[in-house]
């Protein structure tokens, strides 16, 4: 690690909330090492807006890692099962099928992984605990048990060397938060993707995540580049 | 999920230590999900001897599921480093080059997202405490935090429904004592692969895994059927 460099690993899907995550890990200056997880999800054009951002962004190094979690099955965003189209997201029992089993929790790994590669001790995930569509993985008391496994798991806890911190930026803010904070930080946010069913490249409008995407630029008073 | 049923999720490398795992899950009324974790390593034929051991076992589904962990660096198993010849197991400061950045979180994650596509709350982990080769993710404290994050990570821990367990039976066992565990049991160890280094298709002897098979095999007074 060359002397001074703060690095961290930042999980970028492309969508609002990572790339937004992203943006204030480099407002708090640290070197990003952006990590897009392909875990056979059906909105291929995430990706893309992930090697966007990343670019647009500034990342160090962008790495996208491919693996089938449809070999797994259960979840609509790997599977071909109807998606959602109404929920309350507020509500703790009402879990979507969109829910991709231990999904953070997979992600997160993989990050402490690449991280402790690195020599990072820093890895920003953009979860959001109020609008987070009902996502036990989201919830701060489930990043703060991710945490303290982490510090057991490797190499750099049992030398008591240093100590991994997972930051989790947005996980208080509300969407319309969110969003002014990425338009604050000169983040170009026609560059990210979110819907999770486009259809003929264009978002659908009516899934989960446009849902709570236009909700969000709707309350910021801001107007989504994407239409 | 078939009524009665009992499912559990077990990762298996195909060494000695996931077999035995295995087999003590089986005997334990278990119904067997094997989890291969095909991450790059160099020792292809281990992936021939988890498919072997996961038939002869009686898996009622053997997944390889591939992941590229060389994309990350770090270590002589994944990358064509020297590879050690002697160490001191119980040197807790003396972590070994073929330690793979937060492989059993890696590991123990995509267990995690499988069990709960399955409806299993059961995952079994051959890890190894006493001659675990200095690797930080064996200690039971490791093992515990990853629980209790799994219960929080997850929709059935949401729900209150059920909560997981990572079962570890080898854990405070001998190497010695997991080849008789695995005799008791009637495990054909002819069928496992432990050599990190093979040459011409055949143990090299000499690395941490053949050095640490052999002191089993040679305390228990058993003759290794790979000779």
Redesign the interface.
């Known amino acids: 690690m060359s002397s001074g460099e703060r690095r961290a690993v930042v999980l970028l899907s492309g969508g609002l909330d990572s790339t937004t995550a992203m943006a204030v890990a480099g407002a708090e200056g640290f070197a990003c090492y952006a990590l897009t997880i392909d875990y056979g999800q059906r909105h291929r054009l995430e990706l893309e807006a992930a090697r966007r951002v990343a670019a647009a962004l500034g990342a160090r190094q962008h790495?996208a890692?491919?693996?089938?979690?449809r070999?797994?099955?259960?979840s609509a965003l790997t599977a071909d099962l109807p998606l959602p189209t109404r929920r309350d997201p507020r509500d703790?029992?009402d879990?979507p099928v969109t829910?991709?089993?231990?999904?953070?929790?997979?992600f997160?790994?993989?990050a402490?992984?690449?991280a402790?590669?690195?020599g990072a001790e820093d890895i920003f995930i953009g979860v959001n605990f109020l609008d987070y569509s009902g996502y036990?993985?989201c919830?701060p008391?489930?990043v703060a048990?991710?945490e303290?496994?982490?510090n057991?798991?490797?190499?750099a806890?049992?030398?008591g060397r240093s100590h991994f911190r997972i930051h989790t930026p947005l996980i208080r803010l509300s969407k319309a938060d969110i969003v002014r904070r990425a338009v604050e930080l000169g983040v170009d946010l026609a560059l990210t993707w979110s819907c999770y069913d486009p259809r003929q490249g264009r978002p659908c409008g009516v899934c989960d995540a446009c849902v709570l995407r236009r909700k969000g630029f709707e309350e910021a008073g801001i107007p989504d580049p994407l239409g």
Chains 1, 2 share one sequence.
């Open positions: 790495v890692l491919a693996i089938d979690l070999r797994f099955g259960g703790m029992t879990i829910y991709v089993p231990a999904r953070n929790t997979v997160l790994s993989l402490l992984a690449w402790e590669t690195l036990p993985d919830r008391e489930y048990a991710f303290r496994m982490a057991l798991a490797t190499k806890g049992v030398e």
